[in-house]
């Protein structure tokens, strides 16, 4: 004889609970859940009349993952935001690489869609930020 050791864990006792509130009354027998027919050990695995009860299963599968069906991440993480508000209160210096030349300046304040970037010896910018391509401290510039 052949014992295995089930060790279940939470989200195997919350699964079952799920299928069993899932099942129709029709598959309910004296108040308890129906267990499913066919491939028991004990008729010899002969599968006659178990093309309803893989039916049946297939279906309180397919209800269990609609159940489990996890909610997407939040599309806003306030990186970014955090990050703006960090260099804006540093006054760090920044260079700002766009589709074709770099801005040196510091972030005065940013918005949804644009920052404002003040440069010494030139005008400031309010660059719109589809048009950056990335950005970095001036400090880490290579070759300095």
Do not use: C
Request: positive net charge; without cysteine.
């Amino acid at each position: 004889m052949n014992r295995k050791l089930i060790r279940t864990t939470l989200a195997d006792v919350k699964a079952k609970g799920r299928d069993a509130a899932v099942q129709p009354r029709e598959q309910r027998v004296n108040g308890s859940p129906a267990r499913p027919s066919g491939g028991s050990s004990s008729d010899g695995g002969s599968g006659g009349g178990g093309g309803g009860a893989a039916a049946q299963r297939a279906a309180q599968s397919a209800a269990a993952v609609q159940v489990r069906k996890r909610t997407p991440p939040p599309t806003e993480t306030s990186a970014e935001i955090f990050y703006y508000k960090k260099q804006i209160d540093a006054h760090t210096l920044m260079v700002i690489v766009l589709q074709d030349e770099e801005i040196e300046g510091t972030i005065e304040w940013y918005d949804r869609n644009a920052i404002k970037v003040n440069r010494k010896g030139s005008p400031n910018l309010l660059i719109l930020k589809h048009n950056i391509k990335y950005m970095y401290k001036a400090d880490e510039r290579e070759g300095e």
